[in-house]
């Protein structure tokens, strides 16, 4: 069964630093693109950032502080966040990019305090 699970979402202060993780299972992971997406309250997810030979990063605003990553032998992708801001708030989730049609994960959350 596919599936995607992120984990590392938590509450920091503006300049702080996170980093999420994306486990894969259920899948050939090495194939595929894969990206973050963040979905902000109220508004459409959209995808930040994508990593297949080289990262990419879609959001001019989360580049310089933001570094996608993958272990292909882990099957797990990464999102190194830092000097986060009140803007980069919201629900985060890892997928293929473009989207192909898996099923989304829950997502983690990380909310930035004002």
């Known amino acids: 069964q596919e599936q995607l699970v992120e984990s590392g979402g938590g509450l920091v202060q503006p300049g702080g630093s996170l980093r999420l993780s994306c486990a894969a299972s259920?899948?050939?992971?090495?194939?595929?693109?894969w990206g973050w997406y963040r979905q902000g309250l109220g508004k459409q997810r959209e995808l930040i950032a994508y990593v297949g030979d080289i990262p990419m990063y879609v959001d001019s605003f989360v580049k310089g502080r933001f570094v996608i990553s993958r272990d292909n032998a882990k099957n797990m992708v990464d999102l190194e966040m830092s000097d986060l801001k009140p803007s980069d708030p919201g629900f985060y989730y890892c997928?293929?990019?473009?989207?192909?049609?898996?099923?989304w994960g829950q997502g983690t959350q990380v909310p930035v305090s004002s």
């Open positions: 997928h293929t990019a473009p989207d192909c049609g898996l099923q």
């Open positions: 259920g899948m050939i992971f090495s194939r595929r693109t």
